[in-house]
């Protein structure tokens, strides 16, 4: 599976404007809702927000990965953010979070979303990458420098 595959370039956000953990879901969470007449937008925040209630989803290095299960969804949808300024999102190394790749899958997706994240991890553990991101001037660079990273695995 290739990340680009699902992720929704329409509802990606070169700078948020969310400045707490909350704001960023709920602006993530509309931005793909807006673009996705499958998914509802409270629905998929209260999914977001159940899941960050077990634990952040904020890995460290910059990088959080909201994700959740949802009803009614028949395919894996992500999308991507990026906060210049970063946001508290709890992360596991306490640092400001710059970094946001929204995971939804469908209910009774199995392993499938297992796979999707680990994939995801894996292209943020790459120091170089995430300073593409960062640095990118626009959102045709943020996925260039990502189709870069699907073509290596």
């Known amino acids: 599976m290739k990340i680009t595959d699902i992720l929704v370039r329409d509802a990606s956000i070169l700078d948020l404007a969310a400045e707490v953990k909350d704001d960023v879901l709920a602006e993530m969470a509309g931005a793909l809702a807006a673009t996705e007449t499958s998914i509802e937008r409270a629905g998929l925040l209260a999914v977001l927000r159940e899941r960050e209630g077990l634990q952040s989803t904020g890995i460290g ?21 990026r906060s210049r300024e ?10 400001p979070t710059q970094l946001f790749f929204l995971l939804v ?7 499938q979303h297992l796979k999707a ?3 995801i ?22 996925f260039r420098a990502i189709e870069e990273e699907d073509a290596k695995f």
């Open 61 to 81: 290095e910059g990088v959080a990965i909201p994700h959740g299960k949802l009803a009614g969804l028949d395919r894996l949808l992500a999308t991507f953010a």
């Open 105 to 111: 899958v469908p209910e009774n997706s199995g392993g």
């Open 86 to 95: 970063g946001v508290d999102f709890e992360s596991i190394d306490g640092q």
């Open 117 to 119: 994240l680990a994939r």
């Open 121 to 142: 991890s894996r292209f943020f553990r790459d120091a170089s990458f995430r300073a593409k991101l960062l640095g990118a001037e626009d959102l045709d660079e943020i």
